[in-house]
């Protein structure tokens, strides 16, 4: 799943590349990704690109007209071609395309997912903000304006597991699967610890994992072409993804969170006192 620093990375790309540029033709090729049912893609057809922005893990491709909400979902992503006639290859197996933006120059924008599910949304949209969606998400841990004090505020009276919280969009946008597993082994907190539960310190090291962990994978995202950016977040993680391998901490082999059916992992030493947890 794309997370904030690779929204982000997108969104810049985008800025880069499309803004200027005139959207000549869209094509849908799976429907039920699009959320706008009475708003179809081709309100955007002959509207000149003007930026783009992120709301979590939300990408806005911004028009003179309406605006595109991009949704990522569970394996929703996007792949550039500034020539259609030899597209950029994505290295996911099993990716499908959802739609194509095609703009004058011959660039092009596809829009995918995994061929097994539909997890992306597509809408057209006036005000980004007013969007269900966007308007329901808590703080970015990205912003500067995010505080410890803002983390408390979260945290509070939460009797919610730290994985579970981190990922939660209402409570803080865009984080997602890979880097709740990061901040926590940074932040040396279990996993299943209840947010509700941490002292004063234990507080204060989560709150500077999440900004350690997230504006490293940002500066390191930042300028990475969008088909590079999965294999440079998945060679970035100490722990995601990395079952049965040394911690680089303490050399304690790393475990699956139980019940994560393998999309989640942790350290025991680093993390639980030693302890595994209990499936």
């Known amino acids: 799943m794309p997370e904030s620093p690779e929204v982000d990375a997108l969104v810049g790309f985008l800025g880069e590349h499309a803004r200027g540029h005139v959207v000549t033709a869209v094509e849908l090729d799976e429907f039920r990704a699009l959320k706008s049912r009475d708003r179809p893609l081709d309100e955007i057809v002959g509207r000149t690109v003007t930026g783009a922005r992120r709301f979590g893990k939300h990408a806005v491709l911004d028009t003179d007209g309406p605006a595109l909400l991009i949704s990522f979902g569970r394996a929703g992503w996007a792949r550039w071609s500034d020539d259609v006639a030899a597209p950029a290859h994505d290295p996911r197996p099993g990716a499908a395309e959802i739609a194509r933006i095609a703009f ?71 984080i997602g699967g890979a880097y709740s597993d990061e901040i926590l082994h940074v932040a040396r907190l279990s996993p299943n610890a209840h947010a509700a539960t941490l002292d004063d310190e234990e507080r204060a090291r989560l709150f500077a994992a999440i900004r350690d962990v997230l504006g490293s994978a940002f500066a390191a995202r930042r300028g990475v072409p969008p088909e590079r950016l999965k294999a440079e977040k998945v060679a970035s993680m100490r722990v995601h993804g990395r079952r049965g391998e040394p911690c680089p901490v303490c050399g304690d082999t790393v475990r699956d969170i139980p019940a994560s059916k393998g999309a989640a992992q942790y350290c025991a030493t680093c993390q639980t006192g ?4 209990d499936a």
């Open 274 to 277: 030693g302890v595994p947890l």
């Open 104 to 174: 004058d120059g011959g660039a092009e924008l596809a829009i995918t997912d995994a061929a097994e599910w539909l997890s992306l949304g597509l809408s057209i949209i006036d005000e980004a903000e007013s969007v269900p969606a966007i308007a329901k998400l808590g703080p970015d841990p990205a912003s500067e304006s995010f505080t410890a004090d803002a983390l408390d505020a979260v945290l509070a009276g939460r009797r919610k597991r730290l994985k579970a919280l981190l990922q939660e969009q209402e409570s803080l946008a865009g």
